[in-house]
């Protein structure tokens, strides 16, 4: 039988954590987005909206990192408490290279890891 590499991704829109499902053990790695703190960054002599389009790019660029790891799985489940998980999927179902890729999104609450990895043992007994 072959083996179908799984992936959870409990998902804000500052943090990723990445729970691969291999023979029922869980690998966790985090990936963090490069988005500051729009208060930290602004000053008088740049614009809101010089502002608000580094923010889209850099939450553009974290979305498309996630894309680039889960091309490697066969099927993932997005989870997490913000629109994130959505905002990503959308994205992912307009590229065709994600056609054959089974994608679930759910909305779930803040989590420890071990709930984390819970979840995604459960989702993936389905």
Not at 48 to 59: P, S
Request: charged share 35%.
């Amino acid at each position: 039988m072959k083996n179908i590499k799984q992936l959870g991704i409990w998902m804000d829109h500052s943090n990723a954590y990445l729970l691969e499902l291999i023979n029922d053990k869980i690998e966790t790695e985090r990936v963090v987005s490069e988005l500051s703190d729009p208060e930290a960054e602004f000053n008088f002599y740049k614009g809101e909206k010089l502002i608000n389009k580094k923010e889209r790019h850099l939450q553009l660029k974290y979305y498309k990192n996630l894309g680039e790891i889960i091309k490697k799985y066969q099927e993932v489940v997005l989870f997490g408490p913000t629109d994130a998980k959505s905002e990503l999927l959308n994205l992912l179902k307009t590229d065709h290279l994600f056609e054959k890729i089974k994608i679930e999104a759910i909305n779930s609450g803040k989590m420890t890891e071990s709930q984390m990895h819970t979840f995604v043992r459960e989702y993936f007994k389905k």
